[in-house]
């Protein structure tokens, strides 16, 4: 059985940081494409950021310059760093984990970013 567990989430002023965490288990973690998504209250859920098993990234432009995606193979994590937080990116932020047309999702973690 698939698990993703996001972690790092928290309570953060503007202009800080978060690293977000998000450990897989039962799945071939190193040729998977993983991905950041987020979704704030009445809103849809975004895609920003995105590492493909090969390592290369994309990020959307709301984060971009600000948040950046990495993996750990060896510990089957995806990290994401988000620096210069602002009230917007207050949200649940949700770890994605995809092999060809088969994805997974974790419960997701909260940010909430204070002004």
């Known amino acids: 059985q698939v698990h993703l567990v996001e972690s790092g989430g928290g309570l953060v002023q503007v202009g800080g940081s978060l690293r977000l965490s998000c450990t897989a288990s039962g799945i071939g973690f190193s040729i998977s494409d993983m991905g950041w998504y987020r979704q704030a209250p009445g809103k849809q859920r975004e895609l920003l950021a995105y590492i493909i098993s090969g390592g290369s990234t994309n990020y959307a432009d709301s984060v971009k310059g600000r948040f950046t995606i990495s993996r750990d193979n060896a510990k089957n994590t995806v990290y994401l760093q988000m620096n210069t937080l602002k009230p917007e990116d207050t949200a649940v932020y949700y770890c994605?984990?995809?092999?060809?047309?088969?994805?997974?999702w974790g419960q997701g973690t909260q940010v909430t970013v204070s002004s």
């Open positions: 994605n984990a995809r092999i060809r047309a088969i994805e997974w």
